[in-house]
């Protein structure tokens, strides 16, 4: 019985830690990827960079997207259009 409350607080902080740092991460990285795989042409974007533009072309092939922006055309990778920021620009 000395062994378990021992080892109490241990299990305690990492309860505390899967809960409030790796469950929402995990959930955050699944809506991300969900965000990605569900991105098509024409949808308006912000990069993690800060560029705005519209998605002209998809590639699969190499994970890319073509991005319009007023400065011309961009090919960037998928993990670069940010997830949230676009979010609220699709909400306004």
């Known amino acids: 019985m000395e062994?378990?409350?021992?080892?109490l607080p241990l299990i305690l902080i990492f309860v505390v830690a899967y809960f409030f740092m790796i469950r929402p991460q995990m959930k955050r990285q699944k809506d991300e990827k969900k965000f990605i795989s569900g991105l098509?042409?024409?949808d308006r974007?912000?990069?993690?960079s800060g560029l705005h533009g519209?998605?002209?072309e998809i590639?699969?092939?190499?994970h890319t997207v073509v991005i319009e922006t007023l400065a011309g055309k961009l090919k960037l990778e998928n993990s670069s259009v940010s997830h949230e920021l676009?979010?609220?620009l699709q909400k306004t």
Do not use: H, L
């Not at 062994?3 to 080892?7: E, M, W």
């Not at 590639?59 to 190499?62: K, Q």
């Open 3 to 7: 062994a378990i409350s021992q080892f």
């Open 40 to 42: 098509k042409k024409g």
């Open 45 to 48: 974007v912000i990069t993690k």
């Open 54 to 56: 519209k998605i002209m």
């Open 59 to 62: 590639n699969d092939s190499d």
């Open 86 to 88: 676009s979010q609220k």
